[in-house]
């Protein structure tokens, strides 16, 4: 079923047994993000959280963790929250064939009910900002679908934008946000600084979780993002105008912010535990004027914890990040079996393929780097037999122990672009990728001493359904 | 609630400016640095709010807000057509 809402998903991660309300009094620092800490560490069935008694506030409703657990992901998806992490990213792959679904414009939003204008706007009097981390410089509102468009090509909605991006609290109608140089909002506000331009912008909070989940996915700069929730939906997305700046914005959402990146300003910002599980310094940073707030009466806040992986953000990240890789990947080399980039967005990538000749592997390790996402991303690529599912680590680290000869498997490219958040570059957004050729050589590569592999009998599979089956009949 | 801080925990900076106070009064206020612009709520625990207990590794200096790396950097102008 598609959910229109934030409100209707969190009933059915309720009825699922997957929210926990907790209904103690509680301090919004530290008590709200160690709570949503301590959620990520549950394991694959962690639920969302729920508060409504907050310390000092009188009506406050917070959402944690609400993508924080395979189940979760799963239910966002429709799909039985015992589905696996490789059965909901095939799924992820299969639904994407629909895409493009147009949305459906849809009149008025639950949002329209309560407004605010220019100097009456105060975010503090709308949303229950809490803290993260305790090295962060404010308060950060972190799963937002920013919507933008394109100021050279306004009318063309495959170049729209909707992203999540992290947002910094500076003041009651004052906000920062970062654009990575890898992501499109980054190229709207290049070309609207160019021209010496402020860029609209349209910050949606409290979406339905397949918002979420395109918002976060590395689509390609002319695809559009309302497109792609409503194959995965199943049905059109909702969408309607932000009604200042006319921006297409979901019909759900609980708060629209609206308001503009100041052009060519610049002011300090952070730092902010990031998803690569470090800091990021204080940088002098975008600076968004907000000038009108929208939202339903009693609004959900929805927040996402982030901290040493894994927390919400790799979960909301995990599948989303896989599949369009793979659809790159598997466009130019039919050959590419699977995709794993769950890991810190991607940093590191794990390809599965067959060879059609000797060299094939490395040709398709070195094809991730120059990929959309592989240009920020992707400093370590490991490449892997068609029968080594990269999904399972200890497959994975087998492959790694006989595989890879570091005599000729090692490819090290110098001096790529990476997003400046990884920690590990030589300088900030320029580090040398790897590529590790972990897949069996085939001819015209004769290295190695491999003989014949082991392969699981031919009928280990029914027995394994014959095991199961006794196993759950004892 | 008064504001009971008088620097800012994390550059020591005297401004600090009132930015919000708690619906339910004297339970906490948010205020924030007018120099680094690091923004707190007094509720949270002293390693967060004051000067004396704030981790080294976190605490900002004048020369590190004058010397922030722009992200992303200003492009220049267009030249105009024609």
Not at chain 1, 43 to 61: I, K, M, N, Q
Not at chain 1, 62 to 89: C, F, R, Y
Not at chain 1, 113 to 140: C, H, K, S, W
Not at chain 1, 187 to 195: F, I, M, P, S, T
Request: contains cysteine; negative net charge; glycine residues 8%.
């Amino acid at each position: 079923m598609a959910f229109d809402d934030l409100r209707s998903f969190l009933e059915t991660l309720d009825k699922e047994g997957q929210l926990l309300h907790v209904t103690d009094e509680v301090m919004p620092e530290p008590d709200i993000a160690a709570a949503a800490n301590a959620a990520a560490r549950m394991g694959e069935s962690a639920p969302a959280l729920y508060f409504d008694r907050v310390t000092g506030f009188t009506d406050a409703r917070i959402a944690m963790n609400v993508h924080g657990s395979w189940a979760n992901h799963a239910l966002a998806l429709g799909l039985p929250k015992e589905t696996g992490t490789k059965d909901q990213v095939d799924a992820f792959i299969r639904r994407w064939a629909d895409f493009p679904v147009k949305p459906e414009r849809r009149d008025d939003p639950p949002w329209a009910e309560n407004t605010m204008d220019g100097d009456e706007a105060d975010i503090f009097q709308v949303l229950p900002l809490i803290r993260l981390n305790d090295g962060d410089g404010g308060f950060y509102i972190d799963k937002a679908a920013v919507v933008s468009k394109d100021p050279d090509d306004p009318g063309n909605s495959d170049k729209q934008n909707v992203g999540i991006y992290r947002i910094e609290v500076k003041g009651r109608r004052r906000l920062a946000l970062q654009p990575v140089p890898m992501h499109d909002i980054a190229q709207h506000l290049h070309k609207a600084e160019e021209a010496g331009e402020d860029l609209p912008v349209a910050i949606t909070i409290g979406n339905d979780p397949v918002i979420s989940i395109v918002a976060s996915t590395p689509m390609k700069y002319d695809e559009n993002e309302y497109e792609l929730a409503g194959a995965l939906r199943g049905a059109p997305a909702p969408v309607t105008a932000a009604p200042l700046t006319g921006l297409p914005v979901p019909w759900g959402s609980e708060v629209v912010i609206e308001g503009v990146i100041e052009g060519r300003k610049r002011e300090i910002e952070g730092p902010f535990g990031e998803f690569t599980g470090h800091y990021s310094g204080g940088r002098s940073m975008t600076v968004i004027r907000i000038d009108r707030i929208s939202h339903r009466s009693r609004p959900v806040f929805e927040h996402l914890y982030l901290g040493m992986p894994w927390t919400e953000v790799d979960h909301l990240i995990a599948a989303s990040t896989c599949v369009p890789l793979y659809q790159q990947l598997k466009k130019d080399f039919p050959e590419v079996q699977a995709v794993n980039a769950m890991y810190t967005h991607g940093l590191v990538v794990i390809v599965s393929t067959k060879k059609r000749y000797g060299g094939f592997a490395k040709a398709v390790g070195m094809r991730v780097l120059t990929t959309p996402h592989g240009l920020g991303y992707a400093a370590t690529v490991i490449v892997v037999d068609e029968d080594v599912d990269p999904f399972n680590l200890p497959q994975v680290m087998w492959a790694l122990s006989t595989k890879m000869n570091p005599a000729g498997d090692l490819i090290q490219i110098p001096n790529l672009p990476v997003l400046e958040l990884a920690p590990q570059a030589a300088a900030p957004g320029i580090v040398d990728k790897l590529v590790i050729d972990a897949t069996t050589p085939v001819a015209p590569d004769r290295r190695g001493n491999y003989g014949n592999q082991v392969h699981d009998l031919p009928e280990t599979a029914a027995w394994l359904e014959r095991l199961q089956q006794l196993a759950a009949g004892r | 609630m008064s504001a009971p801080t008088t620097v800012c925990p994390r550059c020591a900076h005297p401004a600090v400016e009132n930015v919000f106070t708690s619906p339910v009064p004297g339970a906490w206020d948010v205020l924030q640095c007018r120099q680094c612009l690091y923004m707190w709520r007094t509720s949270e625990p002293a390693r967060r709010t004051r000067r004396d207990a704030y981790p080294d590794r976190f605490k900002m200096t004048r020369a590190d807000i004058d010397n922030a790396i722009e992200v992303p950097a200003v492009p220049p102008l267009r030249e105009p057509a024609g």
